[in-house]
């Protein structure tokens, strides 16, 4: 089988073609603003270096000081929801491990609740224009 389009990105595992993005958005505990500057650089260093390990790409990546915004591309063996938890727990353990200021403002370091959106009916140039609005918010 051979697919070929020059706007998506495939990828190969054993047993599948796939290109499955989302947009993902993820809250600190009651929202508190606490990723900011030093934390949030880490925050990033986090997502990114964890990649190859759990089988995901990051797209595009937002860190604002109250919220999360990834655009991700995940394997179908592993799974978004099971991704976002495996970075949501690895970030909140490092994370607090290493700014133990955060230990004193929240309880814990995440809301349980996530924000996940295939990319299928807007274009990832739109999910990545939005995310880079972002920024001036």
């Not at 109250?66 to 929801?81: E, R």
């Not at 099971?82 to 814990?108: A, C, D, M, W």
């Not at 370091?109 to 880079?132: A, N, P």
């Amino acid at each position: 089988m051979n697919i070929e389009n020059t706007i998506k990105k495939y990828k190969r595992c054993n047993t599948a073609i796939y290109s499955c993005q989302y947009h993902v958005i993820f809250c600190p505990k009651y929202r508190r603003a606490v990723l900011l500057d030093k934390v949030g650089d880490r925050m990033k260093e986090l997502v990114l270096e964890k990649q190859q390990e759990l089988n995901y790409e990051i797209i595009e990546m937002k860190v604002m000081p109250d919220h999360v915004h990834l655009l991700i591309d995940v394997s179908p063996q592993n799974g978004i929801y099971q991704t976002v938890n495996h970075i949501k727990g690895y970030t909140s353990r490092t994370l607090r491990k290493e700014f133990p200021e955060l230990v004193s403002r929240l309880p814990t370091m995440w809301s349980r609740s996530k924000f996940i959106s295939s990319v299928g009916t807007v274009s990832l140039e739109v999910v990545k224009q939005y995310i880079e609005d972002q920024k001036g918010k």
